[in-house]
C-alpha cells in the first residue's frame, strides 16, 4: 500500500519552544491529509484537515495559532505546535488521503504515518 | 454530532478463541466503515472496509466485519485468533468525503 512517513518520530522540548513535525506521501500525491491527536487509552481526535495550497481547517476546540498547519506541496503537511507547553505532549499522526480508486463518494482510503510522539518538559 | 461507539477497551483472549469487537455508530444518510489496527509500535493499518454492498466484508488477515443498518453496527470477528493479533482496533466512520470519526479502541491481548 501507499506510504505515510513522519518526522522526527519523537521530539523533546522545552516549554515555550516550537516543534515541527513533517508528514509526507512518499509515492502518492495528497490533495488532502489529516492531523490527529492520540491520548493514552483514548480515541484519534481529528484536530484538522489540510488542502495543499489552501488553510487548514480546523476543528472545534483546536487553536489555529498555537498548531500551525502548512501544506505547501502534494506531498507534505506540517505541523507546527508553538509555545510548547506540557499539556501539548501526545502522540500525533498524520494521515493522506490517497486519489479516489472510484468508490462512491470518491472517498480513497486513508494511510497512516507512524505517529509522533511530542514531550514538553 | 456523528460518533463511533466501541464497547470493549480491553479484551483478552486465549489462542484459536474466536472475536468479535463491538463497534456503533451514530450517522444519517450513507456511511461509509472501515476497522483500523495498530500493531505495537507500528502506524495504523486498514483492516476492511464498508462502502456498499455485501453488508459481510472481509479483510486482511482472517478478519471480517458485518455492517447490519437496523443495528448501527459494524462488528469485527475473527474466528480463531493468534498471538500475532494482539494490537489495538480501531473502528472508523465517515459520509461521504467527511474525514473520519474514531471510536475509542479496543485493545486485544491474545495469550497463549
Known amino acids: 500500500g501507499a506510504v505515510v512517513s513522519q518526522h522526527p518520530s519523537r521530539v523533546i522540548c522545552k516549554s515555550g519552544t516550537s516543534v515541527k513535525i513533517e508528514c509526507r506521501s512518499l509515492?502518492?500525491?495528497?490533495?488532502?491529509m489529516f492531523w490527529y491527536r492520540q491520548f493514552p487509552k483514548k480515541s484519534l481526535m481529528l484536530m484538522a484537515t489540510?488542502?495543499?495550497?489552501?488553510?487548514?481547517?480546523?476543528e472545534q476546540g483546536v487553536e489555529k495559532d498555537k498548531f500551525l498547519i502548512n501544506h505547501a506541496s502534494l506531498t507534505l503537511s506540517t505541523l507546527t505546535v508553538t509555545s510548547a507547553h506540557p499539556e501539548d505532549s501526545s502522540f500525533y499522526i498524520c494521515?493522506?488521503?490517497?486519489?479516489?480508486?472510484?468508490?462512491?463518494?470518491?472517498?480513497?482510503?486513508?494511510?497512516f504515518g507512524e505517529g509522533s510522539r511530542l514531550t514538553v518538559l | 454530532a456523528q460518533s463511533v461507539s466501541q464497547h470493549n477497551h480491553h479484551v483478552i483472549l486465549s489462542e484459536a478463541a474466536s472475536l468479535e469487537l463491538g463497534c456503533n455508530y451514530s450517522?444519517?444518510?450513507?456511511?461509509?466503515l472501515f476497522w483500523y489496527v495498530q500493531y505495537p509500535g507500528q502506524h495504523l493499518q486498514l483492516l476492511l472496509k464498508?462502502?456498499?454492498?455485501?453488508?459481510l466484508v472481509k479483510g486482511i488477515k482472517g478478519f471480517e466485519a458485518e455492517f447490519i443498518k437496523s443495528k448501527f453496527s459494524f462488528n469485527l470477528r475473527k474466528p480463531s485468533v493468534q498471538w500475532s493479533d494482539t494490537a489495538e482496533y480501531f473502528c472508523?466512520?465517515?459520509?461521504?468525503?467527511?474525514?473520519?470519526?474514531f471510536g475509542k479502541g479496543t485493545r486485544l491481548s491474545v495469550i497463549a
Open positions: 509515492d502518492f500525491q495528497a490533495t488532502t
Open positions: 472508523a466512520a465517515s459520509s461521504g468525503n467527511t474525514p473520519l470519526v
Open positions: 494521515s493522506a488521503r490517497a486519489p479516489g480508486q472510484g468508490w462512491d463518494g470518491d472517498t480513497g482510503e486513508l494511510f
Open positions: 450517522y444519517g444518510g450513507t456511511v461509509n
Open positions: 464498508y462502502f456498499s454492498g455485501d453488508p
Open positions: 489540510s488542502n495543499e495550497g489552501s488553510k487548514a481547517t480546523y
